[in-house]
């Protein structure tokens, strides 16, 4: 058959990775195999095609002009088979999504809405695997994930969805026992929350809001954002709540926001991150247009 004289999948798998990354070691990692195990399908590849793929050096590999244009054509069929399986696949009633996103994101903002999307795409079945930890999404068990951060992560696609900004924000309660909290140098009589990390932090907002000499003392600590919300939620100080995490303790009164004209602009927003072949995927598209018109509601 004519078929035969075609190289085995799991070759070319190995030889896409290390053209891509341009290293054995890094090509291992994201297969999950050993070392040796792309060394020796590589040279499977090589002995199959019958010419060198790879001028191997001391500290580095570097494609040969016919591994170059093989690998072209590698990436291409490989996405283009990609491609086809996820369009097959959707042809299923019921379609899985499974989104990998942080523990903040998912319980301030992204569960309460996940009724919204069921409601408008009731043939999907929706999985979210909550994790502060970034996963492989290399390994298809993920189809997307929606990160906080800079906007660079290694080896995925990556775009921006929202960028954030942080004010002070406090419970009613806390609001109205410190007398309206009309000027910001009243904050100095309060304690202040404090999220882990974070640049964006009160120093840095007061002397945004024009308050430079202030020095700002030390309040508890929290890893999270979403931990600082509850406890402001809770009447225990004044947190610097971050505009997506607070929209829907503010729209429901369970904090309000004393200086709504001084908004910083936080280092990181938040993104919607993919494998680099899954960019045009119905399921990414769904998601992509989802979160848009849902963020595109917040008024920041």
Not at 4 to 11: F, H, N, S, V, W
Not at 224 to 243: D, H, Q
Request: with cysteine; proline share 3%; glycine share 6%.
């Amino acid at each position: 058959m004519i078929f035969d004289r075609l190289p085995p999948l799991q070759t070319l798998r190995a030889f896409e990775a290390t053209a891509r990354l341009s290293s054995m070691t890094l090509a291992a990692a994201e297969l999950h195999v050993t070392h040796g195990a792309i060394s020796r399908q590589i040279r499977k590849l090589e002995e199959h095609l019958g010419f060198k793929l790879f001028f191997r050096l001391t500290r580095q590999i570097i494609l040969t002009e016919q591994g170059g244009e093989f690998h072209h054509v590698v990436t291409r069929l490989l996405s283009d088979l990609m491609k086809e399986t996820e369009r097959l696949r959707g042809r299923n009633l019921i379609k899985s999504l499974r989104i990998s996103t942080t523990v903040s994101f998912a319980s301030k903002w992204l569960a309460p809405r996940l009724s919204r999307f069921r409601q408008r795409y009731p043939e999907f079945d929706i999985q979210l695997d909550v994790t502060d930890i970034n996963v492989d999404l290399n390994d298809g068990q993920v189809d997307a994930a929606i990160r906080y951060g800079l906007g660079n992560y290694q080896y995925v696609s990556s775009e921006r969805m929202f960028d954030e900004t942080v004010t002070p924000v406090c419970s009613p309660g806390f609001l109205e026992k410190h007398n309206g909290l009309t000027e910001i140098k009243e904050l100095l009589n309060c304690v202040l929350l404090h999220e882990y990390r974070m640049q964006a932090n009160w120093q840095a907002w007061f002397e945004m809001a024009g308050e430079k000499n202030f020095s700002c003392h030390q309040g508890p600590l929290w890893t999270l954002g979403s931990m600082a919300t509850e406890a402001a939620i809770r009447g225990e100080g004044v947190a610097l709540g971050r505009s997506l995490l607070i929209a829907d303790d503010v729209a429901a009164g369970r904090l309000v926001v004393p200086f709504p004209q001084h908004k910083l602009r936080a280092e990181r927003g938040y993104d919607l991150v993919y494998r680099p072949d899954n960019q045009d995927s119905f399921k990414i598209s769904i998601l992509r247009q989802w979160l848009s018109e849902e963020m595109s509601l917040l008024k920041d």
